[in-house]
C-alpha cells in the first residue's frame, strides 16, 4: 500500500477519535462534577417513560403462606394431599358429588315427605237418589238423599230446606240426558244448592263428584304421618326436619309433583340440595297374591287306616256307572 493511502487512512482514524471524544463531553457526559442536576440535556434521562415508579411489591414467601395451611391430617373427609399418590374417588349417589374412597359419608336421613294427592279440587257432595213427591203435591216435597264421600256422612234433605248438619239448601232438581265417556246415551239426575260455607250454588249429579278444573290441589305429608300440607301450585315452600322445600314442578298426566330440598348434611361444606319426583304410591291389595306370601301350612301325617272304597253316584237313568 502506498504512503498516499496511508495516510489518508491515519487522518479519518483521528478525525472519527475526536468526533466520539466530543459526544462523550458535551452530550454524554457533564462538563463538571455536580452539573448532572443543572445539565437541562441530561434530565430526561432522569425521568421514567411512562410517569411514575411503580410501588414495590413484597415477594411472596412459601413459608409465610404454607403456616396458614391445614395439615391433612385435621381434614375428616379423608383426602390425601400427597400430590405423587392421586386420591381414588368414589360416587356418592346421595349428595350427588364424589368423595374419597376412604370417606365415610354422614348418615343421610331419607327425604321426609311424600305425595299423597294431586289432581283438581272436587266438591264432596253427591246425589245419592230420591223419592219423587206424591200426586199432587209439589215438588218440595221430594226427599233427596246426599252423601260426603269425604267423610262418607249421609243425609236426607227437602228442596228449599236449609240442612244445618251439611249447611246447603237444595233449590232445584232435574234429569237430562248426556253421552258419557264410552259415547253411550245416558241420563243422569241433577240438584243445584246453595253451599252457606262457599256462599255460592252448585250443582251436583248422582254420577260422580263435581271438579273445579281451574284449581289444583297438591298434598303432601310427612313420612310420619304429619304434619300434612296442601298447596295449589308450585313455588310453594316450606319448612320440615330442618330442611326447606321447594315445589318446582308439577305433572298431572303422569301423577308425579317434583320438590327440591334444601338442607346442611356438612356445615363445613355449606347446604345441599337434593331434587325427587314424587308419586303417589298405590295402595296393596290385600286380595293380591303379592301383598303377603302364602303361609306353608304344615300337611297332616298320612293315616295308618285303609281309606274306604270310592263310592260313584248312580247317574240318572238309574244305573251305575262302572269304575273303570
Avoid: C
Avoid at 321447594?246 to 330440598?261: C, N, P, Y
Avoid at 361444606?269 to 295402595?283: D, H, Y
Amino acid at each position: 500500500m502506498s504512503n498516499r493511502n496511508d495516510k489518508i487512512l491515519a487522518g479519518a482514524a483521528v478525525s472519527l477519535l475526536l468526533i466520539a471524544g466530543a459526544a462523550w463531553i458535551f452530550i454524554l457526559q457533564p462538563l463538571v462534577p455536580g452539573d448532572r442536576d443543572r445539565d437541562p440535556r441530561l434530565k430526561s434521562q432522569t425521568t421514567q417513560i411512562g410517569g411514575e415508579v411503580y410501588p414495590a411489591t413484597p415477594r411472596a414467601d412459601i413459608f409465610g403462606f404454607s403456616s396458614n395451611w391445614e395439615r391433612p391430617e385435621e381434614h375428616d373427609e379423608g383426602w390425601n394431599y400427597d400430590i405423587f399418590d392421586p386420591v381414588e374417588t368414589v360416587w356418592d349417589e346421595q349428595l350427588r358429588e364424589y368423595q374419597p374412597k376412604s370417606y365415610t359419608p354422614p348418615v343421610i336421613p331419607p327425604f321426609g315427605i311424600r305425595l299423597v294427592r294431586l289432581g283438581h279440587p272436587h266438591y264432596p257432595l253427591i246425589l245419592r237418589g230420591s223419592i219423587a213427591p206424591q200426586a199432587g203435591k209439589p215438588e218440595t216435597a221430594r226427599i233427596l238423599f246426599i252423601e260426603n264421600v269425604d267423610t262418607k256422612n249421609s243425609i236426607s234433605a227437602n228442596i228449599g230446606k236449609l240442612n244445618s248438619e251439611e249447611g246447603i239448601t237444595p233449590l232445584a232438581y232435574r234429569s237430562e240426558n248426556y253421552t258419557g265417556e264410552d259415547g253411550a246415551p245416558s241420563k243422569r239426575n241433577i240438584l243445584r244448592l246453595k253451599d252457606i260455607k262457599l256462599g255460592k250454588e252448585i250443582e251436583i249429579n248422582d254420577v260422580k263428584p263435581v271438579e273445579f278444573s281451574d284449581q289444583l290441589d297438591i298434598v303432601l305429608v310427612a313420612n310420619s304421618g304429619a304434619p300434612t300440607w296442601t298447596f295449589h301450585g308450585q313455588g310453594a315452600t316450606f319448612e320440615h326436619g330442618g330442611a326447606t322445600f321447594v315445589v318446582k314442578g308439577v305433572d298431572l298426566q303422569a301423577g308425579s309433583v317434583t320438590v327440591d330440598k334444601t338442607f346442611t348434611p356438612n356445615p363445613r361444606k355449606g347446604p345441599k340440595t337434593l331434587t325427587e319426583t314424587l308419586v303417589i304410591a298405590p295402595v296393596a291389595d290385600p286380595k293380591s297374591k303379592n301383598s303377603t306370601p302364602p303361609t306353608d301350612t304344615p300337611k297332616p301325617a298320612p293315616s295308618t287306616l285303609t281309606p274306604p272304597p270310592s263310592v260313584t253316584p248312580p247317574s240318572t237313568t238309574g244305573k251305575a256307572t262302572p269304575i273303570r
